[in-house]
């Protein structure tokens, strides 16, 4: 019988065999193989001579095989880190990014402003932006809408875990399960990829739900449904943060205008373009 492998042998094979296919092999290797282990960085580094249970090995190599077919490594460990929190996640969630945090810190602010405000979440995926904003304010009232069960599900797993109260989660699409209330904010990030985006064959997107990801020809369909149906849900000065694509922030701000919001502004990621507007009803 072979010997078993030791932890750098198994992480220099898997690097090899993940090289043709991921931009990040090593850094691949080494999620994978601690989240099996458990190990913690220092830990890995320490256990680099032993030897691996055959166990854990095969194991490794089953999740080496999926990530070379292109399985994110947010789906393979099932969880995602968001505003410094994790989030569990799976394939009826999109995986949180690090540019929906733009719109949290707006989000934030205008609690700080409004501790007691109530606020919509429309499309809320796994409840990263809902959650985060009620981990920050737990005054706030929030409403997290989604079109998927089966993201509502991990989105009210997450808020369990995380110990957020103050949020409550509904199966809507956009604003049909939604009465008379009326919020002091909505927030979104929802669907904008055009359909025929050449990013949609690329990288992690393949996996995502298309349903969180594709709307309309340009990509603003829901941004338009949600601009002109938020007017009926706003109360008087209410605001609307919505993220969007790179190169979508001067329609986004005509759409929100012509709906009738005042004073809108956009906000850069690093690379400065624009990702997310903010409009107010006056
Ligand atoms: C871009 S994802 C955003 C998920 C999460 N908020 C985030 O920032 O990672 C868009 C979300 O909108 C949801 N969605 C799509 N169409 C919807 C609709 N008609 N009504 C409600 N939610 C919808 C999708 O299921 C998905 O969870």
Partial sequence: MMPSATVEHLLRKAKQQLSKTSDSPALD?????RHITNYSTTELIRESESKVS??????????????????????LVGKREFWSLDFAVNESTLIPRPDTEILLEQAIK??????????????????NIAISIAHECPTANITAVDISSDALNIAQQNATRLGVQNVRFLLSDWFNKLTTERF????????????????????????????????????????????RHSL?????????????????GAKVRSILHKVGFSRCETFNDLS??????????L
């Fill in 29 to 33: 290797s080494e999620i994978l193989f």
């Fill in 54 to 75: 055959d166990i854990n090995e095969s194991h490794f190599w089953q999740l080496i095989l999926e990530r070379e077919k292109g399985t994110p490594i947010a789906y």
């Fill in 110 to 127: 205008i609690t700080q402003q409004q501790p007691y405000c109530k606020i919509l979440d429309l499309g809320t995926g796994s409840g």
């Fill in 184 to 227: 002091d904010l909505i927030a979104s990030n929802p669907p904008y990829v055009a359909k025929d985006d050449e990013h949609l064959i690329c990288g992690d997107v393949r996996f995502e739900p298309r349903s969180a990801l594709i709307s309309g020809d340009q990509g603003l369909d829901d941004i338009k449904h949600i601009a």
């Fill in 232 to 248: 009926n849900f706003l109360e008087k000065n209410g605001q609307i943060l919505i993220e969007h694509g790179a190169t979508q």
């Fill in 272 to 281: 400065n373009n624009e990702r997310v507007s903010k409009s107010q009803l």
